[in-house]
C-alpha cells in the first residue's frame, strides 16, 4: 500500500531529505519479519518492551509541547495525542504481552540505550528547544510509522494466521492515519512562523529523529543491552 501524503514547503523538504534513512528502513530485518510472519517471539518481545518504554517518555514530550504551543488547537492536538492515541497505543502492547505465546519470552526491565538516548533527545527538543523545533523532532515517530505501518499491515493480512496480525493492522488504522495528516500540518504552521535559521534547526531534528526510528527497530532487532 502506497499512501499520498499531502505536505507543505517544509514537511515536502524534511520528507525527501529522510529518504535515504526511510529506504534503510524498509530493508530493516525486523520490519520485513514482522510483515511476513517470520519474526522470532523473543525478538517481538523485546521490541513491544522498548516501545513501551519509549511511548511513556514520548507521551511527556508530547504534553510538554501542548504547554507550550502557540494556539488552542495546536494545544488541544498535542494534549489529545499524548493522553489519547499513545495511551492507546500502550493498552495495545499491554493486551499482546499477556497472550500465551510471548509468556515465555524474556522481557527486559530497563529501556535499552538507543531507547533511552531517543527519548532523552526528544523531550530536550521540546523542553528547551522552540516549539517549532520540537514539533519537527516528535514528527517521525508518526509519518514514519503511519508510511511504513500502512505497507506492513498489507503484507501481513495476506498471511494466513499471522502471529503479529493484530499489532501491524492498528498502523493502517484510519484514525492514526487521520492524526498523522493534522500532525504534518501542524509541523507546516510552525515552519511557516519562523526564519530560515528556525527551519534549519526543525530540519535538522526532523532528520535525527528519523535516524533515531531507524536504530530503535535495528537495536531491538539486536536486543540491545548495556555494557555496564
Same mark, same amino acid.
Given at each position: 500500500m502506497t499512501i499520498t501524503w499531502t505536505t507543505g514547503e517544509f514537511s515536502g523538504k524534511a520528507w525527501e531529505a529522510t529518504a535515504e534513512i526511510r529506504r534503510r528502513i524498509d530493508e530493516l530485518p525486523l520490519l520485513v519479519e514482522l510483515a511476513d510472519g517470520s519474526l522470532?517471539?523473543?525478538?517481538?518481545?523485546?521490541?513491544?518492551?522498548?516501545?513501551?518504554?519509549?511511548?511513556?517518555?514520548?507521551?511527556?514530550?508530547?504534553?510538554?509541547?501542548?504547554?507550550?504551543?502557540?494556539?488552542?488547537? /495546536?494545544?488541544?492536538?498535542?494534549?489529545?495525542? /499524548?493522553?489519547?492515541?499513545?495511551?492507546?497505543?500502550?493498552?495495545?502492547? /499491554?493486551?499482546?504481552?499477556?497472550?500465551?505465546?510471548?509468556?515465555?519470552?524474556?522481557?527486559?526491565?530497563?529501556?535499552?540505550?538507543?531507547?533511552?538516548?531517543?527519548?532523552?533527545?526528544?523531550?530536550?527538543?521540546?523542553?528547551?528547544?522552540?516549539?517549532?523545533?520540537g514539533v519537527a523532532a516528535v514528527l517521525p515517530c508518526y509519518w514514519v510509522y503511519a508510511d511504513v505501518g500502512a505497507r506492513l499491515a498489507e503484507t501481513a493480512s495476506a498471511v494466513k494466521d499471522h502471529p503479529f496480525g493484530n499489532w501491524a493492522a492498528a498502523y493502517a488504522d484510519p484514525v492514526f492515519q487521520n492524526e498523522t495528516r493534522r500532525a504534518i500540518e501542524l509541523l507546516d504552521e510552525a515552519a511557516a512562523a519562523v526564519d530560515d535559521a528556525t527551519r534549519e534547526r526543525m530540519l535538522t531534528a526532523f532528520i535525527d529523529a528519523t535516524y533515531y526510528e531507524e536504530q530503535f527497530w535495528a537495536k531491538s532487532y539486536d536486543q540491545e543491552t548495556w555494557s555496564v
Amino acid at each position: 500500500m502506497t499512501i499520498t501524503w499531502t505536505t507543505g514547503e517544509f514537511s515536502g523538504k524534511a520528507w525527501e531529505a529522510t529518504a535515504e534513512i526511510r529506504r534503510r528502513i524498509d530493508e530493516l530485518p525486523l520490519l520485513v519479519e514482522l510483515a511476513d510472519g517470520s519474526l522470532d517471539v523473543n525478538r517481538f518481545v523485546e521490541y513491544l518492551v522498548q516501545d513501551d518504554f519509549y511511548l511513556r517518555g514520548y507521551t511527556r514530550a508530547l504534553a510538554m509541547l501542548a504547554t507550550r504551543a502557540p494556539s488552542p488547537e /495546536a494545544a488541544g492536538f498535542w494534549a489529545g495525542s /499524548a493522553s489519547g492515541a499513545v495511551a492507546a497505543e500502550v493498552e495495545m502492547h /499491554a493486551g499482546l504481552m499477556s497472550d500465551p505465546a510471548l509468556a515465555g519470552a524474556p522481557r527486559p526491565t530497563v529501556a535499552s540505550p538507543t531507547t533511552r538516548a531517543y527519548v532523552n533527545m526528544l523531550q530536550t527538543m521540546t523542553a528547551y528547544e522552540p516549539y517549532e523545533v520540537g514539533v519537527a523532532a516528535v514528527l517521525p515517530c508518526y509519518w514514519v510509522y503511519a508510511d511504513v505501518g500502512a505497507r506492513l499491515a498489507e503484507t501481513a493480512s495476506a498471511v494466513k494466521d499471522h502471529p503479529f496480525g493484530n499489532w501491524a493492522a492498528a498502523y493502517a488504522d484510519p484514525v492514526f492515519q487521520n492524526e498523522t495528516r493534522r500532525a504534518i500540518e501542524l509541523l507546516d504552521e510552525a515552519a511557516a512562523a519562523v526564519d530560515d535559521a528556525t527551519r534549519e534547526r526543525m530540519l535538522t531534528a526532523f532528520i535525527d529523529a528519523t535516524y533515531y526510528e531507524e536504530q530503535f527497530w535495528a537495536k531491538s532487532y539486536d536486543q540491545e543491552t548495556w555494557s555496564v
